[in-house]
Structure formats: C-alpha cells, structure tokens
C-alpha cells in the first residue's frame, strides 16, 4: 500500500515502488521492522524524488528528520509535494497536516 | 472497597468464584495516562456547542474551575478508553491563568462518577501565545503574574480592609485572587506552560521566589537545562513527538523527553491533541525510539503522572490497594500493531465498543443498517 501500490496509482510503477533490477534506486535502510513504533530510517538513497506536482528531487539524507520534506524517505506520499512548505511531523511516515499541527501546539490564544 | 486491587503476584490465592481472564502470552500494565487532554470537554473542535476547556472574556480566571464542564457522554471518551488510556487530566490551556479541572477516570455516568481530584492546579501560559496578556512582553507577563501574585497575598492579610474598599485596586477581581492563594501556600501546584529555555528559567524563579510547588508543561526545550529542573525537583510534562522549530522553541527535538529523564527529571508523556488521546502509547513508544528506555516510557504514562497529579496513592501501578484500572494487550503496548483485549476501569470490564466500532459495524455491509 505503502510502495507498490501507490506507484502504480500514479502511474509510476514501472520505474519505482519495489526494488528490482532496472527500477529507480529508491532504497530505505531500516533500523528494524519499519512498522515497529522503534524502527528508525538510517539511510535512504534517493535517486529520484517524484511528487504530484513532478518536481525532481537529487537527494540522499541521513538518519535526521525529514521536516519540510516528504514525510519518510522511500515511501510516496501523493498528498505532499516535494519542496513545499509544508509543515511535517514526520511520525513515522504518517503526514500531520492543517489543523492537527495547529492543535498540538493548543488553541490559538 | 469494590474496584481496587486485591492482590497482584504468582502465587496469589484466588477465590473459586472469581471471574478469570486468560492472559497466558499477553501483556498486562495499569491504565495508561495521558498527562494532557481535555476528554469531555471538546467534542468537535470547530463547534463551540461541545467545547468547555477555555474561559473567554478574562485572561487571569483562577477561580474557574472546568470540572463543571466536563461531559460523561463524550463522544471521545470510548473512543480513548477501548485503546487502554483510562484516565485524563482535564487540563486547560493558555491565557495567564486558568485552572486545572481536575483527574478523571474515563468511566462513569456523572462528573462526580469520573472525578479522581479537584483541582490538581493551576495553570499559567508563559509561553509565546500568552505574550498579549503582558502587553507584548514576556517580561510583561512575569510581572504582571508577580503583581497578580503579590496583590493575593496582600489580600489574604487585608481582607477586612478590601471589604470596607480601603485597599488599592487590586490586579485581579478577588474572587480569583482568593482562588490563587492555596497555589500561594504551596498545596496546589502551579503548572506552567513553557517551551523557551528563558521562559523556563522564569517559572522556577518565580517558584521559587513564592516558594511555589511548581509542574512544567511544554517544555521544549527543557532539555538544554535538563540537569537545573531536576535539581529543582520539578516535575515535566512533555510531548515526544513534537519537534516542529518556532520562535518558542527553536530548539526542539524528539530526544527531549529522553534527555530529561535521564538528568533524573520526573517524566510524564502527553498527547496534547485530546482527539488522540489513545495514542498517548505511540508517544511513549518513540520516546523509546529516540532514547528512553522502555521502563522510564511505561513509568511516564502510568506511575509519574500520578504522582505529579497527586493520585499516585490510588493510582499509576498494579499495587494491591489501589484503584483498578487494567488493561490486558495483545503484545508491548508501544507497539504500533498492539491491540487492546481488556479494559478494566475500577474494576469493571469495559465494552469494547465506541463510536468507531459502532460505524464500523454499521457500514459493513452495504447498503448499510439503520
């Protein structure tokens, strides 16, 4: 759901979404089991990054946080644009947007 | 007294006709809690009909007690307790000062029903979004908390003069003046919402210039001074996984609540989106992701709130004696995949049923069952 299947939704699963010869090197590193609640991204290599708006990212980030980029690396999102400035928490992989961040920093005064 | 614990061990005597649960591989901890959220007292956040968490028209409201406001039926309060979270402290935000509602467990038909205590404290924003109530400044709003402060005590020794009107104005309408003062005397704490590490340093100064027992919440950047705030002895409520940067807290990170507890500061966690109050488990679960280890998180949503809530006789462990509220999960409840088996609140089992699974079941199959 989280890779191959939402590349194929945007039409892009002939070059991303799962790791075979030939595809976009698109690759995460994982410090366990990444649907654990422990499970850290380490390393990613990004050859490509595609968003909706199809801007191209080159990109390789460490084990630091991804605010203001697409939430977690290797996995599409189709809801985020890339490079936008969208305000993320990056909880691993699951986008807050809107009035949920507004929220967590409790009611406007 | 029905709905405590009786015994808890190996090798406890249990009587023939106790109900037996079989929880053989399964994990089994105290209810957790959540050291925010205002649970019956929002329902949708954009429909005033159902929020009572925020007093308007005042910014020093002490004596406003939100217990009253409190709705047993609650949308939100299954909803929160079928995922193990079993008790909440009905805390309000922002403004000078407000007051703290009280602890409730999420059971119960009335507001007397689910009260635990009333008032655990009183609340006081310093940070960034109080600045208005300071003119501005936050070096307004510390000395307009110390004229406030000051005016209350002055009142407590002058209320013969206040009531013949031979007192200067004073800061505040006496009525919330009167309500401070058990803050003044050092039986109810003052919790303060911060985040700047200056901000900080100015509540433990004011507590301790009034000799205040003093709880930090935020607090964002409390692990830059982690080592001052467990020499103070103060305890802190922290969110683990905010690390959005802004002016109040540039230096954010997720490993705050990590770092504090290992100064030796007194940690509890808090989801402060009452909405997601049931992921208060997921919080303590990447606190441990980025630092903590398993034991300070579990202690951190059940034994520390507690105590910094002042319940920790009744609640917080699996101790004979106390309150039982149990829950049975289906692995490490930090867990993501972790499901919930039993809920226990003061030793009833809980439905495990909410407005979720009611829609589930509804929409099924279609078209769907009215």
Redesign the interface.
Known sequence: VMTANAAWVLGLDSITGTLEPGKMADVVLWSADP??????ALQSITTAGWSTTATIRRTSRGPT?S?GKSPLPGVIDDRVPAGSDH?D????GVPRVG???R?????D? | VTGRIVAVGANVTVPADAAKIDATGKWVTPGLIDGAGQMGLTEI?LVPAGNEG?LRGSDIAASFNVAEGINPASNLIPVTRVEGVTYDPDVT???VDRRSGGVVDLDGATIEQMLIKSPVGIVVDMSE??K?AGGTSRAGVAGRLRRVFNDALEYSRRKADYSRAQMQQLAAPAAELEALLPVLRGQLPLIV?ANRVSDIRTALRIAREYKLKLILSGAAEAWEIAADIAAAGVPVLV?P????P?YDALGIR?ENAALLAKAGVKVSLME??THYSRRIR?QA??A??FGMTWDQALRAVTLTPAETFGVAGQYGSLEAGKVANVVVWSSDP????TGVEHVFIRGKEIPLRSRQTELLERYRSLPPKY
């Not at chain 1, 649907?35 to 850290?40: D, E, G, L, P, R």
């Not at chain 1, 928490?89 to 691993?92: K, T």
């Not at chain 1, 929220?103 to 009611?107: D, E, K, L, Q, T």
């Not at chain 2, 930090?334 to 995949?337: D, Q």
Request: charged letters at 25%; glycine letters at 12%.
């Open positions: 649907f654990s609640v422990y499970a850290k946080s605010w305000r928490h990056g909880r691993h009035s949920e961040d929220a967590r920093h409790g009611p005064p | 956040g925020a935000w922002r403004r979004g109080s208005g919402y969110e996984m905010d690390n959005i802004s997720y402060t989106e997921q679960g990447n441990v992701s930090f867990e993501l995949s």
